[in-house]
């Protein structure tokens, strides 16, 4: 059995979750979205992940950024190799795409900020 702790909302559950039988056992959960985040982060963790990359701009060396959706937790060490070799050389503003569909995945790198 593992126990993690339900974000989907404010109750923030810990939640307790075994597989039997091929079916998913979820306990504890105080609402019918916990019983769905448990199953999906056993079968398919997926994470928005936000760093920065580099730019040609002195007084904005680095651009924070974001992806626009999730991607799968297995892929995230590759994004961050990825984001080393980005370098932005425009001025760009808040949500423009830096990296389009980044590993073939269909989300795209955004900028949180603004290079004005």
């Not at 979820?26 to 609402?31: E, F, G, I, P, R």
Request: with cysteine.
């Amino acid at each position: 059995m593992k126990e993690i702790t339900c974000i989907l909302c404010p109750y923030g559950c810990v939640l307790k979750i075994d597989e039997k039988d091929s079916k998913w056992i979820v306990k504890d959960n105080l609402c019918s979205k916990g019983r769905e985040f448990a199953i999906h982060e056993m079968t398919n963790p997926t994470r928005t992940v936000c760093t920065t990359v580099k730019t040609v701009f002195r007084k904005l060396p680095r651009l924070p950024v974001r992806t626009d959706s999730e991607i799968s937790k297995n892929l995230i060490f590759d994004l961050m190799a990825e984001m080393k070799n980005v370098v932005v050389e425009k001025k760009v503003s808040i949500g423009d795409i830096i990296v389009k569909n980044v590993l073939n995945t269909g989300v795209n790198v955004v900028s949180t900020s603004k290079i004005e």
